[in-house]
């Protein structure tokens, strides 16, 4: 099995992580599936992170890209994507998690993430999977991350760390997006897993009134 899959599954058990508190915890609402609603139109250009001085923010499509997320069944297939995207709108639809990103010239791109069961299901039709997770904020999505994410992380990657992305809503409507690794130790049986979390990043992205 996976690091990733057993840090999405929640096998193994984590100790918090730092979280900036004055951000204040997630919105309340959850889904039927335990997932954050994260429907809403936000800005694609973070306005906060979280530690300071981490220089520029990746924007939205960035972090949902190839370079942010991994693809854990290795197929060959591109990636939606729009240069110069502006805002993005997120929409939960049953099992379904669409994003589409919208630049000023009304140029359109889709991302369609899927809720994986426990069993792991299919990914048929899904640019990659998601699961709930109740993390230090609240109630968070979480996408398999990238170990070679295309922007700058405050710490290396080993070769047996998991990389997640994860979202959530603050309570003031906007998108909070956690890149973080953990360490992750497997027996055989099992019996003596461990796992850690080795820190992570936070930006800020401000929800807008309408997905222009």
């Known amino acids: ?13 984590f100790d918090r992580i730092d979280y900036p508190e004055d951000w204040g915890k997630s919105a309340e609402g959850v889904l039927a599936d335990g997932c954050p609603d994260l429907s809403g139109t936000y800005q694609t250009r973070a306005t906060q992170a979280h530690p300071a001085g981490l220089g520029s923010f990746p924007t939205l499509d960035e972090v949902l890209g190839p370079g942010g997320l991994g693809d854990m069944y290795g197929r060959d297939k591109s990636w939606p994507a729009l240069p110069g995207a502006t805002t993005a ?20 791109a889709e991302l369609r993430f899927k809720w994986k069961h426990w069993w792991g299901g299919t990914v048929e039709g899904a640019d990659a999977m998601y699961q709930c997770l109740k993390l230090e904020q609240g109630a968070a999505l979480g996408i ?6 295309g922007f700058a ?3 290396a990657f080993h070769p047996s760390d998991a990389a997640v992305v994860l979202l959530s809503r603050g309570a003031d409507g906007s998108l909070t997006v956690n890149y973080r690794t953990a360490r992750v130790g497997i027996e055989r049986s099992m019996i003596g897993s461990y796992a850690g979390w080795l820190g992570g990043i936070w930006w800020r992205y401000p929800q807008v009134a309408s997905d222009r």
């Open 144 to 149: 398999d991350g990238s170990r070679r994410p």
């Open 89 to 108: 709108t997120l929409r939960s639809e049953g099992n379904w998690l669409h994003v589409q990103f919208r630049n000023e010239a009304g140029g359109t």
């Open 153 to 155: 992380v405050p710490y």
């Open 1 to 13: 099995m996976a690091p990733v899959a057993l840090v999405l599954s929640s096998c193994v058990y």
